[in-house]
């Protein structure tokens, strides 16, 4: 069958472009024969490869990028390896406690393995235990705080409720009404650490870039294709998220949301200095359809929101545009004090959301895995579902393994165009309701 989308994303990700640059691996050419086949070097495909390889010391294993490693999502996004659940369809984002108590453990799974590999091999991505703000300014937001709080305590996890008069203090950014403070959330350079897991991978992993699969035919072997050439594989595992919707499988169940990052230069000395505050922090707002918001390590401004629907996976320069008027008007709400801070990065990037808020984790076929459907927090759930994978595959069983194999999976969405008039009315309302918070 033919891949009928392929990614293509736009040109301008900030983290791609201040992280330090590396030389992609060589596209492939002519006939490979492999054991193992991953396509998507996200962190999920990352984290699958090295677990494999691992697991398979004598197999080898060909992981496949139609992009540069760090360009895609996984170098894209916010940077927030999160521990804690982060239900967005419970009121309380913990939902039911013993799922959350498995996911829990999920993520752990995820930032512990990040926090290993990039001590191990000393990557450089400023990856950083400093927990996270959820800070509120309308109502609704302020009872959601007051929700997780309690679903916290339920959890048994810590956290601390910072009041509006002191939040500066820590933020710098007067604008919210109340925050709470979860200390177990670690933050990163995204595209630094995606290009440093890419960098240190084992021996046995041959990473191929700039090689978009084009072609798929299932049966004994798989076969995949690509402008120079094919792969010839026993086994293959997609972890290219919703494009794995292209490659015949969950068709009309994941949903290619778009959601937009800018970053500003860095602050100056005497910039700094005005905004005052801790020099490191990220804040995620109490509404999902608020502005995420980070200090990066060089001193800039990281401001994310808006989302759009882009049914082939790939980014609209209309949508860009506009969200970045919005990043804008966001950051001067927020920021009065640094009225002459511009952008120097906008961008977007791509989530696979599923309406039931579920993934994909497990068999999908004869010889064909997968580990899909992020909804919106691939940088733990993806690298822990990666290597769960691996280790699934060579015989390992678990609590929470069981429990990815018990998924219900991503539910079936309506037909298009029923589904695009669906998502678009949603996310345009659910923008609105998110209010002073967006
Ligand atoms: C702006 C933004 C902010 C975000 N913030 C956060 C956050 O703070 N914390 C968090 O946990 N998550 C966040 N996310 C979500 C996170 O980025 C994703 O969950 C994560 O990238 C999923 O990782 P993945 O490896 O599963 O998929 P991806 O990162 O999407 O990787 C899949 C890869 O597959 C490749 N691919 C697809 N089709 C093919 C093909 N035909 N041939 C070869 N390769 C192919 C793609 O090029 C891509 O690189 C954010 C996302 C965005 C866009």
Redesign the pocket.
Known sequence: MK?TS??ADDANPGWFHTSAQRTPRPCATGEIRTRWAI???????LSAARRLAERFPDDEVVL????VVGF???G???????DLPHDIGADDYIGDIDVARTVLKLNMVGQQSLKDIVAAHGIDCHLRASGKYQAAIEDRGVAVLDAYRRGLDKLGQPYEMIGGPDLPGHIGTGYYRQALYTPGTALVQPAALVKGLADTLPANVSLYEN????GVEYGDKVVLTHAKGRFVADKLLL???A?AM?FGFLRGRMLPI????SLTRPLTPTEQARLGGKDFWGLIPADPCGT?LRRTHDNRILV?NSFSFNADGRPDPDCLRRFKQRHRRSFKRRFPMLPDVPFEFTW?????MSANHEGQFGQLAPNVYG??C?N???????TATGLLLADWLAGERGEVIDFLLASPGPSRNPPRPLLDIGVNLTLAWSQHKAGQES
């Open positions: 891949v392929l990614p396509v998507g070097a996200g962190l999920t495909g496949v990028e139609a992009q895609g999502p996984s894209r996004n916010a940077g927030f390896a999160i090689t978009p699969i084009t972890t290219n998220n494009f292209h778009f959601t937009y990052g995420t994310r977007g990037g791509s989530l696979a580990a899909l992020c919106g927090l691939g940088v733990t759930r993806g």
